[in-house]
């Protein structure tokens, strides 16, 4: 149990918090939109860090300045790096929003801004816990790194090099990261298992110009017909890829996951209807939906265009046709390993009369943490302590390259501690994250440090 | 032969004719771009065949006005419809024309101007005919009627109504249209078969709105994955299309056609080349590149849509995607019952978690023309005898709908027999038209009426 003391220090500072959360979320640090507003956010969170005690400093990079703090607080005790990210997704429609999304508003228990669940207000509760700790509880107990990035929202393209010359300066035991979801709105959840990505664009080339398709029509190769009849090939009529090898590698999740996943509160028909759809025909056949969604890998065309694409008709064989591809990998699997094998899947499939090029555009290995680890346990009994029930293992077919490249290149046992609902309109007009997932969440941080400290679940 | 009074008339006057020609060509007669030009263009052409003799109007209509004219030679001779366009093909790119393309230039002996060869210098011959025989060879040998249009290059919306509107006064027992090219620079051709069209837009749509692909990957059905398969399954690997029943109308040509294509003279890697090509692997594998252009149908996706199509990756998973689809008809083919055939087999086709929906957005029939009519045997020995080489009977993949409107609604025999060259850089910067085939063609244009008045050939 958490010392009654932090428990009175948070509740007895909610005001001032949330204060503070509603600070940091009025600076619109948009990682697409250049610098401004990322330097202001990184700025207010050093300060913030060294108000809590920590030393705390920006470090530049390439893109937007990452935010770096440490405290040490005795030999002995285990050393946490604790995650987090201030940039945000672009607030775009703006009209959409019922409250402007950088003036942040309180309306029916939540706060209304954008970033408030993702990832301001999960990173500013375990900010919470830190304080609480330091202020009511004596000090820290453990030893605390915190790596704060500013360009999550567009896929940290500077993440993994900054990690690689940094390993040394963030060494710790174990990694926190809140930036994750409850499976449902009252059961916490603690995501282990991630998807991997392998993005890849396809370009057929024809004529070196669109062609009248009436005179030209049955000597020429249509680039636009070969594209379709490449991106039609890759999967078979159950919705297997059939690029040779592309299930080679993967890791069925064991019988004891999957029987965990059977008893999850998953109402197919729900969630089709959330998506405007009658039913769920997507993927393998004869999976179940969730099995489609985390531990299977798939392939989507994410986007397709060549030729003639406005109003009406026109008659033109296209010169050149393109599509997006994307591979969700899962564990085992290897980015590189499934696009050479894509690539050369589409090379031999290729008739004679166009020429392909392909380019890798993005890609991510997936991860699938040890549901075991000490830090693991720790978040476990923490989640159930502060939220008064058991959280669930899960996973997320998405993928979140930070996860992947804190256990690889700084070998860490990470654990994904999120604090945000389903509900909370991520990456969309009206984003929110409720007061008391704010609350909770902090309570929830505090206990992890305290159970990480002892060792594990205590 | 001609009476020499009449080719020693149109030798007298050629540079007057060139004179007049300019001054039609440099009338900017965009049916694309409303009106004005359009209106000066029909005028100019109503004043000039009003200056050959002829009763002359412009008759307005839902588009550009057309151009009516009418002679009465005698009692008991042929009618003849004699049909034009005078609208143009829009003349972008500007910067790559050698002179500007309503500044009637002649280089080299061409008259370069848009339009030159399409259709305006092509009609032009014919109105030279016209006129030499009313002023040098004692009045016309034929009864003749002129019909001129002034939106073929948008695809004529308005032709079909207003010749159903004007059929008894359009009535004639032959119609000659000059619009169309010899097969080779130096053969004189008669195109006897125009392929029809069918063009339908499908789009599937899935998700309400577009879904994050790692989230939702394996589970939902992806638009442009079945749109993809859809397009695909049009087609089998021998390059069939693979709707049922499509080839079941299709009429072969003769033994004598196919004999007579075979003597063309016609170079497939010239042909290929021309197109920035290595090889000609469109269509029908195993028939020649002839009979895939010009006598089978054809399927083509003339342009594709869907999802993410900027620069760079985006993971999604598109809310819905189109394909523009047309084939090509040949004889006997009825675009109605194959468009019903291609949007049955869509919806055979189009698996669950999907919507589908098809529209109609152009059809024309095909035509085959009787080479053994009246005419056509007038136009054969009137080419022979202006280019001194017998004529070839081609075909031509593209569709041609006022042909198939004058043989349909009027009911007469048409003949194509056109003056321009392959190489006249029709619909494209720099078209021009040898001033050598405008008046070798205004010699065929006054053969063909003599030829017609004795009845065919002479």
């Known amino acids: 149990m958490l010392p009654a003391a932090l428990t009175q220090y948070l509740r007895a500072h909610r005001d001032r918090h949330l204060a503070e959360l509603g600070e940091l979320l009025a600076i ?59 940039d945000v997704q672009p607030p775009d429609p703006l009209e959409a929003w019922a409250s402007p999304p950088f003036t942040p508003t309180v309306r029916d228990g939540c706060l209304y801004a954008r970033g408030a669940s993702d990832d301001k207000g999960q990173l500013f509760a375990q900010l919470m816990a830190v304080e609480a ?31 690689g010359d940094h390993a040394g300066r963030l060494a710790a035991d174990a990694a926190v990261i809140s930036d994750s979801e409850f499976f449902a709105d009252d059961l916490p959840s603690i995501t282990i298992g991630l998807r991997g990505l392998a993005y890849v664009e396809v370009t057929v080339r024809g004529p070196s110009a669109d062609l009248h398709s009436g005179v030209h ?50 109402d197919e028909q729900e969630y089709a209807a959330s998506l405007g759809l009658k039913d769920l025909t997507g993927g393998e056949a004869g999976l179940p939906v969730l099995h489609r969604r985390w531990s299977r890998p798939t392939l989507d065309c994410n986007g397709l265009v060549g030729g003639y694409t406005g109003r009406g008709a026109k008659t033109i064989i296209p010169a050149a046709a393109t599509a997006k591809l994307s591979m969700r990998l899962v564990p085992r699997q290897q980015p590189d390993k499934v696009t050479d094998a894509l690539r050369s899947q589409l090379q031999r499939l290729c008739p004679p009369g166009v020429t392909l090029e392909t380019s890798v555009l993005s890609s991510a290995r997936p991860v699938l943490l040890a549901a075991d680890s000490p830090a693991m346990r720790a978040a476990q009994a923490a989640l159930a302590e502060a939220f008064g029930r058991e959280p669930a293992f899960i996973r997320c077919g998405a993928s979140v390259p930070v996860t992947e490249l ?53």
Chains 1, 2 share one sequence.
């Open 133 to 163: 700790w330091q202020r009511a509880g004596g000090g820290l107990p453990v030893n605390l790194k915190v790596f704060i990035e500013g360009e999550e929202e567009i896929g940290s393209p500077h993440l993994e090099a900054f990690l």
């Open 28 to 86: 619109p640090s948009l990682a697409a939109a250049g610098d401004d507003g990322c330097s202001a956010a990184a700025r207010w969170l050093r300060e913030h860090l060294q108000r809590l005690g920590l030393e705390a400093e920006t470090v530049a990079s390439a893109g937007p300045p990452n935010v770096l703090a440490e405290l040490h607080a005795a030999e002995g005790r285990p050393t946490l790096l604790l995650y987090g990210h201030y």
């Open 406 to 458: 804190i256990q690889r290149l700084l070998k860490l046992d990470a654990v994904l501690m999120g604090f945000g609902l389903p509900s909370d309109n991520l990456h969309s007009p009206n984003e929110h994250f409720r007061l008391e997932q704010l609350w909770r969440g902090s309570l929830a941080a505090a206990a992890f440090l305290k159970n990480l400290a002892a060792g594990g679940g205590t």
């Open 217 to 266: 029509g049955g000597a020429v190769r249509n680039p636009a017909d070969v594209l379709a009849a490449l991106v039609a090939a890759l999967h078979d009529g159950c919705g297997r890829v059939t690029i040779p090898g592309f299930y080679d590698d993967v890791l069925d999740p064991s019988a004891q996951e999957q029987a965990a996943w059977a008893q999850l509160p998953f």
